[in-house]
């Protein structure tokens, strides 16, 4: 059985803008909560610092989501997810993640089960990302830090 996994301050510390945040590009970062490479799924802070199309994607699994900072939506549905909203978006589904003008940061607790299809207008699969590919990013940034090898073990289970 794998020890308990107990990240203190999540809700402010966390949430600060440090180097700890995982770049994926120069507007988008992540910070992980929990890599589960047993279970297939992962847990983590997205922040966006940019308005408008972040990506269309597709899941193979469910995403739970808790909007801590800011605001998002889809283009395919008519809500908006805002500053204390629970989103729970079903396998198979495919949509456009927009971060709306006006906002400066969106920062979203995230809890994806499998991975995601980035895919273009049409439908084309044009890239993809799960737990792994999440595992590998952060590992690649930590140790461009000089954090020690080992500091990745602290997410993953």
Known sequence: MSPDLVH????DRWLENDE???PVT??????????????????NLLRV?????????????PVHALVLKGRWQYLEHD??????????????????LVVPEGVTEMITWFHVTGG??????????????DVFTKLEAARRHYRQLGLPENY??????
Do not use: M
Not at 26 to 43: D, N
């Open 8 to 11: 203190l301050n999540v809700l």
């Open 20 to 22: 700890l945040w995982v």
């Open 26 to 43: 120069r507007s988008v970062s992540f910070k992980p909560l929990l890599l589960c490479t047993s279970g297939g799924y992962y847990v």
């Open 49 to 61: 610092q940019k308005a408008g199309v972040l990506s269309r994607h597709r899941h193979s699994g």
């Open 79 to 96: 809500w908006i997810a805002e500053e204390g909203s629970y989103a729970h978006e079903p396998a198979g589904e495919t949509h456009t």
């Open 116 to 129: 995601y299809t980035y895919v273009d207008p049409q439908g084309v699969a044009v890239g993809y990302e």
């Open 152 to 157: 990745i073990e602290r997410f993953i289970r």
